[in-house]
């Protein structure tokens, strides 16, 4: 099992950005999938969920109605659009498959700061 996250990087307080997630090595379409994030000095948390075929999603208080989830299983790859960033949302984004003990990338860091 590989997840490989793409697309952090430092935007301004009030942009966007979009991660990605590309991942290998089981069926993609049978999972739901997870993005995480961590801040200094944090612990992990969940950011946004999405079911197997992208009709369930779900979000931290702290996220909904500035971020969303997608999936395109034809590209096994998970998606998270970022929008009205702050800088509270400055973290390591995570992306995980609970699949056997559990997987995660190696995160892509995503800075906002004026």
């Known amino acids: 099992v590989q997840l490989v996250e793409s697309g952090g990087g430092l935007v301004q307080p009030g942009g966007s950005l979009r991660l990605s997630c590309a991942a290998s090595g089981f069926t993609f379409s049978s999972y739901g999938m997870r993005w995480y994030r961590q801040a200094p000095g944090k612990d992990r948390e969940l950011v946004a969920f999405i079911s197997t075929a992208g009709g369930r999603t779900t979000y931290a208080d702290s996220v909904k109605g500035r971020f969303t989830i997608s999936r395109d299983n034809a590209k096994n790859t998970v998606y998270l659009q970022m929008n009205s960033l702050k800088p509270e949302d400055t973290a390591v984004y995570y992306c995980?498959?609970?699949?056997?003990?559990?997987?995660w990338g190696q995160g892509t860091q995503v800075t906002v700061s004026s």
């Open positions: 995980h498959v609970a699949r056997g003990p559990g997987y």
